[in-house]
């Protein structure tokens, strides 16, 4: 069977249905489709629709005014219920992200990156941000909304009788975490470890498989291709899906960086479908 006709069977099946995990939302992180939005913005968002998935993390409006966007969203049936923000946004003015986020109805904001020289990170960092979240999410939390971080990796250096990581978790008052499985593997962590001892403070989670022959490293930088279906790489998706739904984290997200994007999305929607019938 040729590979156009293969995918073509695939995204039929999970039009079908779209994977709940178990009762669980399964979403995309549109940051998946930054390639695509640049030509074709709601042609990208029909796509996403097409493929049967209705909530989205995002925060970007590729080039629209804010109420087209929102309007195309709502012709797509496509909810933002998480946003993203940046470290400085959270530092200066975490009212304007509120604000944001409540404008797509959003009840999450996540910060994917603290910024730090080249690959150094530090103690001196790591408190920083700390500051920085705990009085973001502290003013958030007014409006209801959630701030989780998504550790990129160079979390992970050894701190202590732990990680840098841990000293974070600590000291996480008003914020939580959106736990990349693919980024906390590479950064020489475990994610089931980190679901059993951090039973409260992951709330969101990026699905994001890793190749069989990647060796990690704790620079968070890492190749985008080495991005594969869920299911094939050396991540165990399963048990940590699994695990995800016993500890009821509400939104998990795909995010797939690579250029295959468009061909392997549904195929991970076909995987994660597989493991409702386990």
């Known amino acids: 069977m040729n590979n156009f006709k293969s995918f073509w069977l695939v995204l039929f099946a999970t039009l079908l249905s779209v994977p709940s995990t178990m009762g669980q939302e399964v979403g995309l992180q549109l940051y998946s489709l930054r390639n695509q939005f640049k030509n074709d913005v709601e042609g990208t968002l029909k796509t996403i629709s097409d493929w049967g998935i209705t909530k989205v993390e995002g925060g970007d409006t590729y080039g629209l005014p804010l109420e087209e966007f929102l309007g195309l969203l709502k012709k797509y049936d496509l909810e933002v219920v998480s946003v993203g923000a940046s470290f400085e946004e959270l530092a200066e003015n975490p009212q304007a992200v509120a604000e944001k986020a409540k404008a797509y109805g959003a009840t999450y904001v996540m910060c994917a990156w603290i910024p730090h020289k080249g690959d150094e990170f530090t103690l001196e960092d790591t408190q920083k941000a700390i500051d920085v979240f705990n009085t973001a999410g502290e003013i958030l939390d007014r409006d209801n909304i959630t701030l989780a971080y998504h550790p990129h990796g160079y979390e992970f250096r050894p701190y202590g009788e732990g ?72 991540i165990d998706m399963s048990s940590i899906v699994a695990k995800a739904k016993e500890l009821e984290i509400e939104y998990m997200f795909i995010e797939d960086e690579s250029s295959r994007v468009l061909q392997q999305v549904p195929q991970s929607l076909a995987y994660l479908k597989t493991l409702e019938r386990d």
Not at 191 to 209: A, C, G, I, S, W
């Open 163 to 234: 990680t840098l990581f841990d000293y974070m978790s600590e000291n996480a008052e008003d914020f939580y975490f959106e736990m990349d499985v693919y980024w906390v593997k590479h950064g020489g962590a475990d994610p089931m470890e980190l679901l059993n001892k951090y039973t409260d403070q992951f709330v969101l989670m990026h699905l994001k498989d890793m190749a069989e022959e990647v060796e990690g490293n704790d620079t968070g930088h890492g190749d985008v291709e080495t991005n594969v279906v869920l299911g094939t790489g050396q």
